[in-house]
T-cell receptor, first 112, second 119 residues
Framework: GENVEQHPSTLSVQEGDSAVIKCTYS??????FPWYKQELGKRPQLIID?????GEKKDQRIAVTLNKTAKHFSLHITETQPEDSAVYFC???????????FGKGNQVVVIP | GAVVSQHPSWVICKSGTSVKIECRSL??????MFWYRQFPKQSLMLMAT?????????EQGVEKDKFLINHASLTLSTLTVTSAHPEDSSFYIC???????????????FGNGTRLTVT
């Protein structure tokens, strides 16, 4: 199928700790995996993406890792801050029809 | 770069009326735009793909006669919710990519969304 599954659905972390969100995908042809952050009532914002030719990508406190064999990729947020509190969506492209399939989202709550 | 603008940000309408939402790519041309619907605390559900100069492609279960899409130029797509009912109340978001698709050749960028409330 075209499923992208995201776990856990809700994650609470203490400020300063790390947060990890995992996603799995089913389309073996997928080669592009973006992560979006959506604050309440606002648009999803692209925060980082990774392509299948690399296993890890980092941008300041945010990193994404990809395991193509296992078909899963993860978002890592280090030194979490209250402004990191949001819903995070993972996605994978579906090569057959040039679309993105989104996960159901993960609510991250950073406790001050 | 790659800014997508959506208007209006919110709208309240009476049941039975129609509402038009505009989506514009401000600094790039978009032959293809995408319309999503998002219910509270849920994911983004793709409704349809808007194609410049041709008919939109609707996802399964989305009524094309109810959600009219027009993509008359390379920078503008409109979604019209016709004969709106309370169950149409939702957050509608458009998106576009400079590459024209969602395959990852260039990132997908979202409009600011439109909160529709039908009374």
């Amino acid at each position: 199928g075209e499923n992208v599954e995201q776990h856990p659905s809700t994650l609470s972390v203490q400020e300063g700790d790390s947060a990890v969100i995992k996603c799995t995908y089913s389309d073996s042809a997928s080669n592009y995996f973006p992560w979006y952050k959506q604050e309440l009532g606002k648009r999803p914002q692209l925060i980082i993406d990774i392509r299948s030719n690399v296993g890890e990508k980092k941008d300041q406190r945010i990193a994404v890792t990809l395991n193509k064999t296992a078909k899963h990729f993860s978002l890592h947020i280090t030194e979490t801050q209250p402004e990191d509190s949001a819903v995070y969506f993972c996605a994978a492209n579906l090569k057959g029809n040039n679309r993105l399939a989104f996960g159901k989202g993960n609510q991250v709550v950073v406790i001050p | 770069g790659a800014v997508v603008s959506q208007h209006p940000s919110w709208v309240i309408c009476k049941s039975g009326t129609s509402v038009k939402i505009e989506c514009r790519s401000l600094d790039f041309q978009a032959t293809t735009m995408f319309w999503y619907r998002q219910f509270p605390k849920q994911s983004l559900m793709l409704m349809a793909t808007s194609n410049e100069g041709s008919k939109a492609t609707y996802e399964q279960g989305v009524e094309k006669d109810k959600f009219l899409i027009n993509h008359a130029s390379l920078t503008l797509s409109t979604l019209t919710v016709t004969s709106a009912h309370p169950e149409d109340s939702s957050f509608y978001i458009c998106s576009a990519s400079p590459s024209g698709g969602q395959g990852g050749d260039s990132p997908l960028h979202f409009g600011n969304g439109t909160r529709l409330t039908v009374t």
